[in-house]
């Protein structure tokens, strides 16, 4: 496709723009640049802390769903532990310390809905902040183990303050923070994605507002409304508009103690 220029404009089918001109500003004042405002805050980190990672198991055994009552037992004995290994984060069956230990295991007991628990300590390993090269994956930014334990850690603080997640999607949302939209069934949460991210530049702490659009009816009352709907339909018909309407779609599931469970509909 040609193009002619006239007047240094591009003309024909596709018109291009030129290239635009510097300002110059009036009265001989010089032009200052400015700092724009981002969503992702470097962070810097200090090298001589030490994280030391512990493995945590139980007699009798819990269920690998057993996230709540797990909680709840560390929670029993956190006295003891932070005497132990100083301050503290939970996250599946590993517990991250901040205070060297004395010992290589060590075993507390503690209780609950009438049953004993023996939980055993066991230090796996030791890191520092931001140092060493291990599992980086040719990333200039945080080793894998600090990269982990920052992302474990914010979510701790954001669980201190009555937020809960949704999902492992980085979203969290204060149950408290919310609009309900006059005369419908829906509800609109308020909340942040946030998470530390590796950049080639370095450690990167990434914070942006985010929100969920919630319906406040449930299935079976979903269910019933449809069957009131077609009340002089066929059951059978009733039937798979039900599925249709329904199978795929995702609900609103139990929530623990860090996150609000999304699960799918697969059958009805």
């Known amino acids: 496709m040609e193009l002619e220029r006239a007047n240094g404009q591009a003309r024909g089918a ?13 009265g001989g004042r ?7 405002v981002s969503n992702h805050f470097q962070v810097s980190l200090d090298k001589g802390v030490h994280i030391f990672t512990f493995y945590l198991s139980f007699e009798p055994l819990l269920e690998s769903d057993s996230r709540n009552l797990r909680q709840i037992l560390v929670e029993n004995v956190r006295a003891e532990l932070s ?8 996250t599946g069956n590993t517990i991250y310390g901040t205070q060297k230990p004395t010992f290589e295991k060590s075993s507390y007991r503690t209780q609950c809905e009438g049953t004993t628990y023996m939980m055993t300590l066991s230090l796996s390993r030791e890191f520092t902040l931001g140092g060493g090269a291990e ?3 040719g990333r200039t930014g ?5 990269f982990k334990f ?3 850690l914010i979510k701790s603080y954001l669980r201190q303050l009555n937020y809960f997640e949704f999902g492992s999607s980085s979203r969290y949302f204060n149950r408290r ?6 005369d419908t069934n829906i509800v609109a949460l308020k909340g942040f994605v946030t998470s530390f991210m590796n950049y080639r530049d370095g450690l990167f702490l990434k914070i942006d507002i985010a929100s969920k659009i919630l319906r406040t009816d449930t299935v079976l009352s ?14 059978e018909d009733v039937e798979r508009l039900i599925r249709e309407s329904l199978v795929g779609t995702t609900v609103l599931g139990p929530v623990s103690y860090t996150h609000l469970t999304l699960p799918t509909i697969y059958s009805v």
């Open 222 to 235: 979903q269910i019933r409304g449809m069957e009131l709907d077609h009340s002089n339909g066929r059951r």
């Open 30 to 36: 010089r032009w200052q640049p400015i700092r724009l």
């Open 142 to 146: 945080a080793p894998n183990s600090t």
């Open 135 to 137: 599992g980086n994956d």
């Open 177 to 182: 923070e919310k609009e309900i939209i006059q």
């Open 14 to 26: 596709i018109a291009l723009p030129s290239r635009p001109q510097p300002i110059h500003s009036s």
């Open 83 to 90: 005497a132990d290994i100083g301050f503290f984060i939970l």
């Open 150 to 152: 920052l992302n474990v």
